[in-house]
């Protein structure tokens, strides 16, 4: 029935131009009949759907592939602080070993000057038991010369 249509090369349905008005009335109301029309206008709403589901579909892979950025530039910021912190936590390791030698050179000057303290009153008992000595001594003089001083 549709052979007429055809065209001879891709086989695709062509209206025929010699044909007459009335045939084409004809052809045009049982089409209608039969739906293709109807079938025309589906397919062409689901080559739309189509065509937004494809571009949901790009849309969607954009966001994915923004997401991967995200992440990844993330990833790469969080391995940055972590090294970071690392390093801080080295940093203060190497800082409490530093005050922990500096508590210990503390107490070793403290020791030292408790010992130097301790021998300044040592000495300073030597220098007073000189002292007691030479007064004793000049006292001794003093007398003696007195006593020959008198007569």
């Given amino acids: 029935m549709f052979d007429k249509f055809k065209n001879e090369e891709g086989g695709e349905m062509v209206e025929g131009r010699n044909e007459e008005v009335e045939e084409t009335s004809s052809v ?8 293709i029309g109807e079938l025309i206008g589906k397919r062409a709403k689901l080559e739309e759907a ?10 969607l892979k954009d966001k994915r592939t923004l997401l991967e950025k995200d992440i990844e530039e993330e990833s790469v910021d969080i391995k940055n602080l972590k090294e970071k912190l690392q390093k801080v936590s080295e940093y203060i390791e190497e800082e409490n070993r530093g005050i922990e030698e500096l508590v210990n050179k503390r107490k070793q000057v403290e020791n030292e000057a408790d010992e130097v303290g301790s021998i300044i009153n040592s000495l300073r008992e030597k220098l007073s038991g000189v002292d007691r000595v030479i007064d004793d001594e000049g ?13």
Wanted: glycine share 6%; hydrophobic share 25%.
């Fill in 28 to 35: 045009t109301e049982s089409t209608s009949q039969i739906g």
């Fill in 50 to 59: 189509i065509d937004y589901v494809g571009l949901m579909i790009k849309n």
């Fill in 139 to 151: 006292s001794k003089v003093k007398k003696i010369k007195e006593s020959r001083d008198s007569p």
